[in-house]
């Protein structure tokens, strides 16, 4: 497949947010990217369900959920049910990872598990089968408009030989920092998925912006 582009709406505006949600509709992108944080696993809290049902009743397109928060198994029923897509859990909040994933699966979403910058990509080795998508962190998560850290680019190559090595479909996706400047690099390296916020969202033209991300 071409490389995806996931634009992350928390550096969207919210005075406007069905406009913004409209934006991506009617471009190339390919994903909403969707950042829930409970301010304990992150120094940060963004939204919760109300607003994810809000993007979904207006999304055309799949929502892509990142759960910052600890404990994710006490919501992944709730998630389900405000429509993610793709559901993506920290392995540092996890202590049954491997459950974890099933139990995301079970409920017909497509299951990621995100590392942190210092987290070692060999700690999945024995999941990366049952996972549909391991998403790379490029920046400490927390807050849009970090960053970029550029150990990432080995960091997913080594990840597309380790996937490859363990004959793992799952898809890669970076998350932090990611724009024009960055974008062609990660897809060489292996990147399937790439999400920008203040990339896109803080762009003069976010609709041509996203193209050229695409290309
Ligand atoms: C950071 C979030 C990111 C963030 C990306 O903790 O997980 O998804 O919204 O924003 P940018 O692209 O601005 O770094
Ligand atoms: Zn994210």
Do not use: W
Not at 27 to 49: R, W
Not at 139 to 165: D, M, R, W
């Amino acid at each position: 497949m071409s490389h995806y582009i996931a634009p992350s709406i928390l550096s969207a505006d919210f005075n406007h947010l069905k406009k913004d949600i409209e934006l991506i509709n009617d471009s190339e992108a390919d994903l909403f990217h969707v950042d829930v944080m409970d301010g304990v696993f992150v120094p940060n809290i963004s939204f919760g369900f109300p607003i994810i049902e809000h993007v979904k009743k207006i999304s055309k397109k799949p929502l892509d959920v990142h759960l910052m928060i600890v404990q994710p198994d006490r919501y992944i029923t709730e998630f389900a049910k405000a429509g993610a897509d793709y559901l993506t859990v920290h392995y540092e909040a996890c202590t049954h990872l491997q459950r974890t994933i099933e139990s995301i699966k079970s409920l017909g979403m497509k299951a990621g598990v995100a590392l942190n910058p210092h987290t070692n990509i060999n700690l999945l080795e024995d999941v990366l089968k049952d996972v549909d998508m391991v998403l790379i962190m490029s920046v400490n998560p927390g807050f849009g408009g970090q960053k970029f850290i550029e150990h990432t680019y080995a960091k997913v190559s080594a990840l597309k030989e380790l996937l490859i090595k363990t004959g793992s479909a799952a898809k890669i996706e970076v998350d932090g920092g990611v724009g024009l400047n960055n974008y062609r690099k990660l897809v060489d390296c292996g990147a399937d998925i790439l999400v920008a916020g203040n990339a896109v969202f803080k762009a003069e033209n976010p609709m041509e912006t996203i193209s050229l991300l695409k290309r």
